[in-house]
Each structure stands twice: as structure tokens, then as C-alpha cells.
């Protein structure tokens, strides 16, 4: 329901109607709890490693149908046509928010436009919500597609293959290190290979960008939102604070920071290690 409102695809009274109901009964809070429970659980065993137990894993498949609809949103079905692969799903979970936001707050201000009702006032409570909202449920994912490109496999090679790839590690007979994410992907070291450059301007965009947006949004907005006088800004952030008490209206920002650390940057930390659990 809350995607749906946030995509304007139901009435305004109907819609309404269900945001007073997750005011009045704090599902918002509990529904982003719930999911950032959800997004940080299924990655555990990619990120650490390790063998949930199949009792664990009959609950998350239920939570899965739930927020993925039981799509596999780390494999892009155009795989079958050539266009697969780690850095293609990067591209696209990189591009696919930009989408989303353009397509739900485009018609929003073409229509406002039309009728000459478009103010930065309407634009902010009309657009930045749903923008947010599209964001919050997407840079779980993004983040943890791009720390994925500095996780590879390390085999040693003993003696050179003639069949491998001229100027290939396995061709000089070395150690050789391939994507976790994609073995057909060859890294140059554990951490470094072909995708990584992207995967950095991916960090920048959505985990960090993301943070310090919403970050100066809630400074900007934080003395409306103490005091408890509304403003454009401070309704259109509702989805963010409308839950907690005002003078804890920034906590989002811790859990969008626990869910950077825990399925993000701990990626690259000796992935498997006890030190990396203990981290964690």
C-alpha cells in the first residue's frame, strides 16, 4: 500500500485515508523496521558467508514473496539475451530508481503545469515524498550490488594454462582472482577488476549520496519539525519522522547508516573471516 500511495496510483481520499492509518497506528516505523530487518537478513549469508539454518530460510522465503513478489533481484532476465552479467545489473539497479522517479513525478508536475498550479511549495509536497520513498526502498539494494564488485575468489595456478586468455593471469600462471558476484569477471587483485570504477560512482550516487541528502533535508527541516510548526519541507519528509518523536527526527539516519555497514563496506572486510562476524 505504501509503494502504491507513493506511486499516486490510488485516489487522493482512499490514499489519505491510509496515511492516517499508518500515522495513528505507527505501521510507518514498523514497516521501515520490518524492511530494514528484511534487506540486511537475506544478504547475510552472501555477505558473511555462512549457512542459515532452513527453518531461517523458510521464514525470509514468506518475507521475500512479500517485498521482491519471489523475483530474484540479483538476476536480470535479459541474461538469456546476452545482457547479463554483474556490471549490467549494477547499470541497472543504478538506473532504475532515476526511472521510477522520473516516470511518478513527471505527470505529477506536467499536470500541476497545465492547470498553472505549479509552485515550489506543490512541487516539493507532490514530488520529493514519493522520490524518498523510492530511494529508501531501492539503496539497500544498490549498495549491496556495488560492494559486491570488491569481493573476488583467489586460486592459485601452478603451472600456466596454454588454453587460457593471452595476457590472463591463469595464461602467466599466477594467482588468479575472479568476481564473486560473476566468475566470468577476472579480477587484478581481490578487490580490484573491471567494475569497480562504476561500483565507486554507485557508492557515491545512492549509499552516500542518499545518506547526506536525506541528512541536509532533515537539518533543513528539523527546527519545523521540533517545534511542531509544519512547513512544506517538513510534511513532504513526513515518511522519515512522522513516527518518532521530534526531537529524534533524525534517526533514520542511524538505521540507513547500520544497513551501509552491515551489507555494504563489511563486503570487503576478509569476507568468510571471524573477524569480519565480530565486526558485524
Same mark, same amino acid.
Request: hydrophobic share 50%; charged share 15%.
Given at each position: 500500500?505504501?509503494i502504491?500511495?507513493? #506511486?499516486?496510483?490510488?485516489?487522493k481520499?482512499?490514499?489519505?485515508s491510509y496515511?492516517?492509518?499508518f500515522s495513528?497506528?505507527?505501521?510507518?516505523?514498523?514497516?521501515?523496521? &520490518?524492511?530494514g530487518?528484511y534487506?540486511?537478513?537475506t544478504?547475510?549469508?552472501?555477505?558473511y558467508?555462512?549457512?542459515?539454518?532452513?527453518?531461517?530460510?523458510?521464514?525470509?522465503?514468506?518475507?521475500?514473496?512479500?517485498f521482491?513478489?519471489? #523475483?530474484?533481484?540479483?538476476?536480470?532476465?535479459?541474461?538469456?539475451?546476452?545482457?547479463?552479467?554483474?556490471?549490467?545489473?549494477?547499470?541497472?539497479?543504478?538506473?532504475?530508481?532515476?526511472?521510477?522517479s522520473? &516516470?511518478?513525478v513527471?505527470?505529477? /508536475?506536467?499536470?500541476?503545469?497545465?492547470?498553472r498550479?505549479?509552485?515550489v511549495?506543490?512541487?516539493?509536497?507532490?514530488?520529493?515524498?514519493?522520490?524518498?520513498? &523510492?530511494?529508501?526502498?531501492?539503496?539497500p539494494?544498490?549498495?549491496?550490488?556495488?560492494?559486491?564488485?570488491?569481493?573476488?575468489?583467489r586460486?592459485?595456478?601452478?603451472?600456466?594454462s596454454?588454453?587460457?586468455?593471452?595476457?590472463?593471469?591463469?595464461?602467466?600462471?599466477k594467482l588468479?582472482?575472479?568476481?564473486?558476484?560473476d566468475?566470468?569477471?577476472?579480477?587484478l587483485s581481490?578487490s580490484?577488476?573491471?567494475?569497480?570504477?562504476?561500483?565507486?560512482?554507485?557508492?557515491?550516487?545512492?549509499?552516500?549520496?542518499? /545518506?547526506?541528502?536525506?541528512?541536509?533535508?532533515?537539518?533543513r527541516?528539523?527546527?519545523?519539525?521540533v517545534?511542531?510548526?509544519?512547513t512544506a519541507?517538513?510534511?513532504? #519528509?513526513g /515518511?522519515?519522522?512522522?513516527?518518532?518523536?521530534p526531537?529524534?527526527?533524525?534517526w533514520?539516519?542511524?538505521?540507513?547508516a547500520?544497513?551501509?555497514?552491515l551489507?555494504?563496506?563489511?563486503?570487503?572486510?576478509?569476507?568468510?573471516?571471524?573477524f569480519?562476524?565480530? #565486526?558485524?
Open positions: 500500500v505504501l502504491w500511495c507513493a #506511486l499516486g496510483l490510488i485516489p481520499d482512499v490514499r489519505h496515511q492516517r492509518s495513528r497506528l505507527g505501521l510507518s516505523v514498523k514497516f521501515k523496521h &520490518i524492511y530487518f534487506v540486511i537478513v544478504k547475510v549469508e552472501d555477505v558467508h555462512i549457512e542459515l539454518p532452513i527453518e531461517v530460510r523458510e521464514v525470509l522465503h514468506y518475507f521475500r514473496i512479500v521482491t513478489f519471489g #523475483l530474484n533481484v540479483n538476476y536480470l532476465p535479459t541474461a538469456c539475451f546476452g545482457f547479463g552479467g554483474h556490471l549490467n545489473l549494477l547499470r541497472f539497479w543504478m538506473v532504475l530508481p532515476i526511472v521510477v522520473l &516516470i511518478v513527471v505527470p505529477t /508536475f506536467l499536470r500541476l503545469a497545465c492547470r498550479k505549479l509552485t511549495e506543490r512541487a516539493i509536497k507532490r514530488g520529493l515524498p514519493r522520490v524518498m520513498t &523510492i530511494l529508501f526502498l531501492a539503496y539494494q544498490v549498495t549491496k550490488v556495488a560492494f559486491d564488485s570488491f569481493s573476488c575468489y586460486f592459485a595456478v601452478v603451472e600456466p596454454a588454453d587460457a586468455p593471452e595476457g590472463s593471469a591463469a595464461a602467466a600462471g588468479c582472482y575472479y568476481l564473486r558476484a566468475t566470468s569477471v577476472e579480477c581481490e580490484a577488476n573491471p567494475t569497480t570504477p562504476t561500483a565507486w560512482f554507485a557508492i557515491l550516487l545512492y549509499p552516500v549520496g542518499t /545518506f547526506v541528502l536525506t541528512g541536509v533535508l532533515l537539518w527541516a528539523q527546527s519545523a519539525i517545534a511542531e510548526r509544519p519541507l517538513s510534511d513532504a #519528509l /515518511f522519515l519522522h512522522r513516527d518518532m518523536q526531537a529524534f527526527c533524525w533514520e539516519l542511524t538505521e540507513m547500520r544497513r551501509l555497514w551489507i555494504g563496506f563489511l563486503v570487503v572486510v576478509d569476507p568468510g573471516s571471524l569480519q562476524l565480530v #565486526l558485524g
